[in-house]
C-alpha cells in the first residue's frame, strides 16, 4: 500500500541538498514528494509502485524545485 508515506531517517545532509530540514521532512513526508518536478510526478510514482511490488531498488533520476525554487536533480 503505497497510501502511506514516512521517513524514518533524513541524514542531516538532506535539508541541504532539498532545502527543507530533516525533521520537517520527518514530520510531513509530503514536503519531500512536493519536490519533484510536475512533469515528471507521475512517472515517478509509478516507477516507485513498481519498484515496491517487485521488492526491487528505486534508481531513477528526479528532477525537483526546492522551496526557494532553485532546480535539484537527485
Known amino acids: 500500500d503505497m497510501t502511506e508515506r514516512r521517513h524514518t531517517y533524513m541524514s ?8 527543507i530540514a530533516p525533521e520537517d521532512a520527518q514530520a510531513d513526508a509530503a514536503a519531500l514528494v512536493n ?3 510536475p512533469d515528471q510526478f507521475d512517472a ?15 534508481d531513477l ?7 526557494d525554487g532553485s532546480v535539484i536533480y537527485s
Open 61 to 67: 533520476e528526479v528532477k525537483g524545485r526546492r522551496p
Open 12 to 19: 542531516a545532509n538532506s535539508g541541504r541538498v532539498t532545502g
Open 35 to 37: 519536490l519533484i518536478d
Open 44 to 58: 515517478v510514482l509509478a516507477a516507485e509502485r513498481a519498484a515496491a511490488e517487485a521488492l526491487e531498488t528505486l
